[in-house]
């Protein structure tokens, strides 16, 4: 399973999402959250929200879409068989409210080998109808070395 | 908060938390909801989606510091399996703060395994 460093720098055409309010709280309710901002629309406005505000990790519903193009590439090359999740960072910027619009870039930041694990890292960065950036994800997915052919 | 300040939360995935997390995240792996298929693939059985793990870190922090808006970054390294039914921690510890920012280091342990560690998150505190 050779890291195929070709792949750094590569990015995918734009994934536009709409933020719904029942999926909002579908989410909500999946993690767990307790705040009524996030579970009903009465509650996010007496809060003074136009609709649910999204938990900030909600952000893996918009950006976790965008980025399976990258996954599924066969440029990219990831042997899904032996892929860990290893790490993830998100930095957020402005809530995300239901009917924003949210468009996703997503690109192969870095493509490596080092102990014994192959590491493909992507960026995503989303940004809503209004140009703000949402959410900046870095995604680290690790693949173990396949057993000797 | 100030430096040394502590955040902790519990919670206990139950046994379909991993089906209704599938439909709420799009993530329908079949390691996280199809008993059959998690052992054949060499598991114990199903385990937890990581990122459900890293919402609960993510929610330790916003149930803390006074809502969501509050999170400004996270970022985590995934170890070992979540599993359900069985009781996962979040503590974390307030390392640092400057004027309206605080560094929190975290990590969320089950079964005395750290399946989160080395968390760090940046926190917006409220005036």
Do not use: C
Not at chain 1, 111 to 133: C, K
């Amino acid at each position: 399973m050779p890291a195929n460093v070709a792949a750094i720098g590569r990015s995918y055409p734009p994934d536009v999402y709409a933020v719904g309010r029942e999926k909002v709280i579908e989410y909500a309710r999946a993690v767990g959250e307790t705040d009524p901002v996030h579970l009903d629309a009465a509650g996010a406005r007496a809060a003074g929200y136009a609709d649910v505000v999204a938990p900030p990790m909600f952000a893996v519903v918009f950006a976790g879409r965008a980025i399976t193009p990258a996954l599924f590439d066969p440029e990219v090359g990831i042997d899904f068989a032996h892929l860990v999740h290893g790490r993830q960072e998100f930095r957020w910027g402005p809530l995300v409210i239901a009917g924003d619009e949210i468009t996703t870039m997503t690109t192969i930041a870095d493509v490596s080998q080092r102990a014994g694990l192959g590491w493909f890292v992507f960026t995503t960065e989303s940004v809503n109808e209004r140009g703000e950036t949402v959410a900046v994800g870095t995604w680290t997915n690790l693949v173990r070395e396949a057993e000797a052919a | 908060m100030k430096p040394g300040d502590e955040l902790e939360l519990t919670v206990t995935p139950d046994r379909y938390l991993t089906v209704r997390y599938a439909g709420a995240s799009g993530d329908f792996n079949p390691i996280h909801i199809d008993e059959e298929f998690a052992r054949e693939v060499g598991l114990p059985g199903r385990i937890l989606h990581g990122l459900w793990t890293m919402a609960q870190v993510a929610r330790a922090h916003t149930d803390a510091a006074g809502g969501p808006g509050s999170l400004r970054r996270l970022s985590v390294q995934f170890r070992g399996m979540g599993r359900l039914e069985r009781e996962i921690t979040v503590r974390g510890t307030v390392r640092e703060v400057d004027g309206d920012t605080a560094i929190v280091a975290s990590e969320a342990v089950q079964d005395g395994k750290r399946i989160i560690r080395n968390a760090e998150a940046e926190l917006r505190l409220e005036p």
